[in-house]
C-alpha cells in the first residue's frame, strides 16, 4: 500500500513543477495583456507556490517509499494554441483554461483528498494545497472580471472545447488511481475522484462563467 501511495506523490509532485511552469508562462502573458496588479500578483504567487507544493509531494513520497526520491524535472510546458484565435485571444485563453478550468477541477479533487484522511501530516498538507488552488483559480476569475464584453464572448466560444479537453485530462490521470483509494492517507476512491469533476464543473465553473458575463 505504502509503495503505491509513495508513487501517487511522486507523480503529483512532477505535475506540481508543471504547473508552476504553466503559471511563469501565463504570468508573463499578462503582463504583456497589461493586467492590472492585484491579478498580477495572484499570477506570479502561483509560481512560487506551485514550486512548493511539488517539493512537499516529493516528500511525503519519500515518506511512503522509504527511500530518496529524485526532484522533479524542471521544464517548459507546452501550452494550447487554440486555433482559430489570433495571438492575443490565445493569452486570455491560457489565463483562462489554467485558471478557471484546471485549477478549479484542482480545488474539487483536493476536496475529494480532503475527505478521504485523517493523518495529520497528509491532512494539513491538503489543507494548504486546497487553500492555495482556489487562490491559484481567482487568477482566471479575477482577470475576466478585468477584460471587456468583447473579449468576454470571444472567451466563451472556446470554453466548451477547453472544458472537454480539462476534464478528459483529469478523468485519464484519475483512472490509473487505486479503485478502492487509501482512506486516511489522501487518496479517495476511484469514483469519488471523478465524481469530483462533474460536480466541480456543474457546481463551481459554469457557474462563475455565468456570474462574470462569459456567455456559452
Known amino acids: 500500500m505504502h509503495a503505491e501511495v509513495g508513487a501517487i506523490w511522486r ?3 512532477q505535475s506540481e513543477l508543471n ?4 503559471f511563469a508562462i501565463v504570468a508573463t502573458e499578462l503582463f ?3 493586467a492590472p496588479s492585484a491579478v498580477l500578483e495572484l499570477a506570479t504567487r502561483a509560481v512560487h507556490d506551485e514550486v512548493r507544493h511539488a517539493e512537499l509531494c516529493r516528500g511525503l513520497a519519500e515518506r511512503y517509499l522509504g527511500e530518496p526520491v529524485a526532484p522533479p524535472v524542471a521544464k517548459r510546458v507546452s501550452m494550447p494554441r487554440h486555433a482559430g484565435a489570433d495571438a492575443e485571444l490565445v493569452k486570455h485563453l491560457h489565463v483562462v483554461g489554467l485558471c478557471c478550468v484546471n485549477e478549479t477541477l ?3 479533487f483536493l476536496e475529494a483528498c480532503l475527505e478521504a484522511t485523517d493523518a495529520p501530516d497528509v491532512r494539513e498538507l491538503a489543507r494548504q494545497h486546497l487553500a492555495d488552488e482556489v487562490r491559484h483559480a ?17 472567451i466563451g466560444g472556446f470554453v466548451p472545447r477547453m472544458l472537454t479537453a480539462n ?3 483529469w478523468t485519464r490521470r484519475l483512472h490509473i488511481m487505486p479503485r478502492a483509494g487509501f482512506p486516511g492517507l489522501g487518496v479517495p476512491a476511484r469514483a469519488r475522484a471523478l465524481a469530483s469533476l462533474e460536480e466541480t464543473v456543474r457546481e463551481v465553473v459554469l457557474p462563475g462563467f455565468a456570474a462574470v458575463g462569459v456567455p456559452l
Do not use: F, I, M, P
Request: proline letters at 0%.
Open 106 to 108: 484542482a480545488a474539487g
Open 11 to 13: 507523480e503529483r509532485a
Open 32 to 34: 504583456e495583456l497589461g
Open 19 to 22: 504547473a508552476a511552469s504553466g
Open 138 to 154: 481567482r487568477v482566471g476569475w479575477a482577470h475576466l472580471a478585468w477584460v471587456d464584453a468583447a473579449t468576454r464572448r470571444a
Open 167 to 169: 476534464v478528459a485530462r
